[in-house]
Each structure stands twice: as structure tokens, then as C-alpha cells.
């Protein structure tokens, strides 16, 4: 019984290791990359920024996370389409 007494430390770190990792998955984010212009919402997420689409200069907000989502931080200018 010592020597069971002894090993509890160490039982319980292998076990709390076990459950940090099995209660730990991350599912995978797919951040997606939306632009409004006048013929709606486009979603720009493999489209190549200044080859496929571009935000020219102005204060208001060009990215979205989603249709009417968050604004993207740092991404201001006026969503324009380039290759429709």
C-alpha cells in the first residue's frame, strides 16, 4: 500500500496529461473573406487581392468575415471587383 501511495503523484500528472490533451482539439477555422459592392456580397476568399479585387482608398470598410459580418480589422477602402 506505501508503494501504491508513493506512485499517486506521478499517476495523477500522467493522468491530467491524458486529459489536456484529449479535451483539447481545435477544429479547424475556415475565415472566410467577404467584399460588398453594388451588385452585392462577394466572397474573396481564394481570390488574389490586387489581381482579382481591390480596396480603393477611403474610410469606409472593405473586408467582412461574412455576409453583414464583423468588418475585418485594417482592411478600409471602397470593395471593388476586378475580374467578375
Request: proline share 6%; with cysteine.
Amino acid at each position: 500500500m506505501n508503494k501504491f501511495v508513493k506512485k499517486l503523484p506521478i499517476l495523477a500528472f500522467l493522468l491530467g496529461a491524458v486529459g489536456a490533451f484529449a479535451f483539447n482539439t481545435s477544429s479547424p477555422v475556415s475565415e472566410e473573406i467577404w467584399g460588398e459592392d453594388e451588385n452585392g456580397w462577394h466572397n474573396v476568399t481564394e481570390l488574389e487581392y490586387g489581381k482579382d479585387y481591390q480596396c480603393n482608398a477611403s474610410t469606409e470598410q472593405c473586408l467582412y468575415d461574412d455576409v453583414d459580418g464583423n468588418p475585418i480589422p485594417n482592411e478600409t477602402g471602397t470593395f471593388e471587383l476586378l475580374n467578375p
